[in-house]
């Protein structure tokens, strides 16, 4: 058998770190309990380490004990942001942008056959949007703002939290989606002035199935109105028996990527950028994709002028990367991001995605700059010019 291929794909999910695995088995077998359970010792110690966990998650963030909601994920979390506020205030309109996460887009677009009216915000070619460009989009009947964090793509920081200064100014809600920035950059519900936002624990080195959603508890409190009726948990808002071994697993990702953050990105920022570097000096004429400046220290996306895109990942069956999104990988069309920053459909196909993690090692990267430069070169002396 051949040697799994080096994995570069961060954004797409990060393995569960061992330590955060480490504190999760206990509560699928001994400590099994349901933390709604109130009449005995079960409950009460998986009610204890859920709130242990949300402790956690909430001191990642910036945020109140009972400002976090724990949710199936991210996409239950944008969609429970998003058709909350909806369902709350009846009509209106929404901007957001054209380089958010399928999440976004697709609940988005429900809302616009439900009748509301939503507004896309265009971005630069660094992949940044400008914050003024949000502010003249106001309209006397916007109810919410929704603008990411992080880019899962590109790994640009759009300007949050003067988007968010902006809507304080103009008492408009405030949503993003902090999926890709949460455990990875300084992110801070208060700085960013969100009233609501959206985490996911697989991509912070976490468990799959399990996501929180922030949700302002003062000035203003908000009152969002649920996807689901049942069993009145997390505050009525998201009612269901709580994942206790994977809630629990969520916080040690969150307490580790707190404690570890300042030297973690410096460690990664520098494998990244040997990584670019790399790339260069073995191969002319490689274009980066979104800002170098406003960046996730674990991500590079690349275009590789004058090569077939669907030959190179073909090509890469040693390197588990990207070429655009993995939620859009299943269809052949190009990547809505590259798109939006204006490449051509070619460019964006002949495009990579590497994310990085606290588990890449410098030995990975210089594999990844061989093989990369290997196939790319190859792949130019074949292309007609
Ligand atoms: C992965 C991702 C999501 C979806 O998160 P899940 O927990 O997998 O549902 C949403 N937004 C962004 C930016 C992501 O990268």
Redesign the pocket.
């Known amino acids: 058998m051949s040697a799994p291929p080096v994995y570069l794909d961060s954004?797409?999910?990060t393995p569960v770190d061992p330590r955060v695995l480490e504190r999760m088995l206990p509560f699928f077998t001994e400590r099994f309990g349901n933390a709604s359970s109130r009449s005995h010792p079960y409950g009460w110690e998986a009610d204890e380490a859920v709130e242990t966990a949300r402790e956690q998650v909430a001191s990642l963030v910036g945020a109140k004990l009972r400002e976090i909601i724990f949710t199936?994920?991210?996409?239950?979390?944008?969609n429970l942001a998003l058709r909350g506020v909806a369902a709350l205030r009846g009509r209106g309109h929404i901007i957001s942008a054209t380089t958010?996460?399928?999440?976004?887009l697709d609940p988005l677009r429900r809302l616009e056959r439900e009748g509301f009216r939503v507004s896309w915000v265009p971005v630069a070619s660094d992949g940044l949007l400008d914050p003024e460009s949000v502010r003249a989009a106001i309209a006397d009947d916007t109810i919410l703002i929704s603008i990411?964090a992080?880019?899962?793509e590109i790994g640009v920081l759009p300007p949050v939290a003067a988007v968010g200064a902006i809507a304080r100014e103009r008492g408009v809600l405030f949503h993003t989606?902090a999926?890709?920035a949460a455990g990875k950059v300084p992110f801070d519900v208060e700085a960013a002035g969100v009233d609501l936002a959206?985490f996911?624990?697989?991509?912070m080195y976490g468990p799959?199935?399990v996501?929180a959603l922030y949700v302002r508890r003062r000035k203003p409190k908000l009152d969002l109105v649920p996807l689901m009726d049942g069993g009145g948990q997390e505050r009525g808002l998201r009612p269901g028996t709580l994942n206790v071994p994977g809630i629990v697993g969520f916080g040690a990702a969150a307490e580790i990527c707190h404690d570890e953050m300042p030297a973690e990105s410096v460690r990664i920022g520098a494998l990244r950028d040997r990584l670019l570097h790399g790339l260069r000096e073995r191969l002319p004429n490689i274009h980066v994709n979104g800002s170098m400046t406003a960046r996730l220290p674990q991500n590079l996306n690349t275009a590789f002028p004058d090569i077939e895109g669907e030959a190179l990942l073909m090509g890469l069956r040693t390197l588990a990367v990207s070429s655009g999104?993995?939620?859009t990988s299943t269809s052949v069309e190009p990547s809505h991001v590259l798109k939006a920053i204006g490449l051509s459909d070619e460019l964006a196909r002949a495009s990579l995605r590497f994310g990085l993690s606290r588990f890449t090692t410098p030995a990975e990267i210089e594999y990844a700059i061989e093989t990369v430069a290997d196939l790319v070169g190859k792949l130019r002396e074949l292309a007609p010019r």
Do not use: F, L, R, Y
């Not at 996911?200 to 991509?203: C, G, T, V």
């Open positions: 954004h797409a999910t199936s994920g991210a996409t239950e979390s944008n958010e996460h399928k999440a976004i990411m992080a880019n899962n989606d999926v890709q959206s996911s624990a697989h991509k799959k199935g996501g999104s993995a939620c």
